[in-house]
T-cell receptor
Framework: AQKITQTQPGMFVQEKEAVTLDCTYDTSDPSYGLFWYKQPSSGEMIFLIYQGSYDQQNATEGRYSLNFQKARKSANLVISASQLGDSAMYFCAMRGFNNAGNMLTFGGGTRLMVKP | NAGVTQTPKFQVLKTGQSMTLQCAQDMNHNSMYWYRQDPGMGLRLIYYSASEGTTDKGEVPNGYNVSRLNKREFSLRLESAAPSQTSVYFC?????????????FGSGTQLSVL
């Protein structure tokens, strides 16, 4: 079975600084994908970044990068130059082959608060 | 760009009432999903439809039924609502069920069962 763990329920970061949100995962699938979603206070789920288990390089999307350490089974999200609009819940998720048709499994989330 | 559209956005039910949450996507996606999100928690999969004509249980299917009406539409039904079903419900879709397929989400339905 797949499991995603986000150990930081809440974090503060100063505006313009970088922040790392932790995510560890557990799976026996050789092929899997790791995703990060942002959920602002308005409630919608916004896709941020994807990393495949076979990707050699860490994924980057603008100010977002994914620090993928396969041997450690970690997929931390790094946000550079934090902005006030980055204040939100962040969810790490994983998708791999399993009996439930590759369902996307979510961690419990981290609430990020950016201070001006 | 409509993407994934859910209705209604808010609903209040009394225990024992029934209702159907509607979801439609306009991205020609094959796969659709229903998730629930309880306060302070991540999303949990209720049911999914890998392709038109198929539906399967997810992690928390008890108390729910689904219908994949056509390729665009996937509805979630609560036959006899219970307070434990108070939650925010998200519909999502993806092109397929590959491990690299990202999900696109609707804006959510906030359901309260009294």
């Amino acid at each position: 079975a797949q499991k995603i763990t986000q150990t930081q329920p809440g974090m503060f970061v100063q505006e313009k600084e970088a922040v790392t949100l932790d995510c560890t995962y557990d799976t026996s699938d050789p092929s899997y994908g790791l995703f990060w979603y942002k959920q602002p206070s308005s409630g919608e789920m916004i896709f941020l970044i994807y990393q495949g288990s076979y990707d050699q390089q860490n994924a980057t999307e603008g100010r977002y990068s994914l620090n993928f350490q396969k041997a450690r089974k970690s997929a931390n999200l790094v946000i550079s130059a934090s902005q006030l609009g980055d204040s939100a819940m962040y969810f790490c998720a994983m998708r791999g082959f399993n009996n439930a048709g590759n369902m996307l499994t979510f961690g419990g989330g981290t609430r990020l608060m950016v201070k001006p | 760009n409509a993407g994934v559209t859910q209705t209604p956005k808010f609903q209040v039910l009394k225990t024992g009432q029934s209702m159907t949450l509607q979801c439609a996507q306009d991205m020609n996606h094959n796969s659709m999903y229903w998730y629930r999100q309880d306060p302070g928690m991540g999303l949990r999969l209720i049911y999914y439809s890998a392709s038109e004509g198929t539906t399967d249980k997810g992690e928390v299917p008890n108390g729910y039924n689904v219908s994949r009406l056509n390729k665009r539409e996937f509805s979630l039904r609560l036959e006899s609502a219970a307070p434990s079903q108070t939650s925010v419900y998200f519909c999502a879709s993806s092109a397929g069920t590959g491990y690299d397929e990202k999900l696109f989400f609707g804006s959510g339905t906030q359901l309260s069962v009294l």
